[in-house]
Nanobody, 119 residues
Framework: QVQLVESGGGLVQAGGSLRLSCAVS????????VGWFRQAPGKERDLVAA????????YYAESVKGRFTISGNSAGNTVYLQMNNLKSGDTAVYYC????????????WGQGTQVTVSS
């Protein structure tokens, strides 16, 4: 069983930074890929970045490359999303999700955290 809890959202001015955290409770974290999704009002939920442990693997959507960094701690229980140079278009609810490594679908979801970027 996997449980995910997000934290770190908030209000920030354009050009600012935020770091989101996803606390991962799993029996064997290396068996899972953890992704950050976001959903803005009236839009679909999109994958922003993903991370897997051992060997480390990362993925970024084109819209965030060079601005966002995803990482996981050595304990295998937290995944971070460092967001720099935030833009108003980054405003959304951000969700942490997990899927079995190599799997197609994200099957475990956190409750979401709001990120609002003011221009």
């Amino acid at each position: 069983q996997v449980q995910l809890v997000e934290s770190g959202g908030g209000l920030v001015q354009a050009g600012g930074s935020l770091r989101l955290s996803c606390a991962v409770s799993a029996h064997a974290p290396i068996l899972w890929t953890v992704g950050w999704f976001r959903q803005a009002p009236g839009k679909e939920r999109d994958l922003v970045a993903a991370f897997a442990w051992s060997p480390t693997a990362t993925y970024y959507a084109e819209s965030v490359k060079g601005r966002f960094t995803i990482s996981g701690n050595s304990a295998g229980n937290t995944v971070y999303l460092q967001m720099n140079n935030l833009k108003s278009g980054d405003t959304a609810v951000y969700y942490c999700a997990a899927k079995p490594r190599g799997g197609q679908e994200y099957t475990k979801w956190g409750q979401g955290t709001q990120v609002t970027v003011s221009s």
